[in-house]
């Protein structure tokens, strides 16, 4: 097993499309580090179990894994987000999340610049989170023309050209 490092309280954001890797860097870092995640998807498949509208959830989500951020770094805990991302809103709150606390904001982007990956990974992916169902191929092309581009400071990881270890290694230093 690795040996945790500190970290400075720090807030990590991962961002990218679905299967683009992500989560398991997220996991891989939360390992690495002993950090906390809030990730979006978990947060809405409960709501969904729940109850509460899928037309509801969307930002709602965004907003509880905030509110879950805020708390741990009140406390000076650092913390990683896992959540796509895709547009300035969410983006801008991570921003001022880590201003309000005082604390370093590390972006991570993650992409997989092999199409042809993306797609095996997509029709492959089986993630067993309760109540949420699976993206398709053609929801994920939506998703990528929503997508806008990052302009803050931030590693961008192409998931598709480096080993998992090698992954974990570049973002392990740019956090640090």
Known sequence: MAEIATLPPTLIVLSGLPASGKSVLAESLSRALSLTIVSIDPIEAAMWRAGLAKTQTGIAAYEVAQALADEHLRLRHSVIADAVNPVEAPRAVWRNLAAKHRVSLKIIECVCGDEAMLRQRIEA??????????????RLLQRRDEYEPWTDPRLVLDTSRTSPAQLLAQALNYVR
């Open 125 to 138: 992916r089986t993630r067993n989170i309760a109540g949420m169902p699976e993206i398709t191929w053609a």
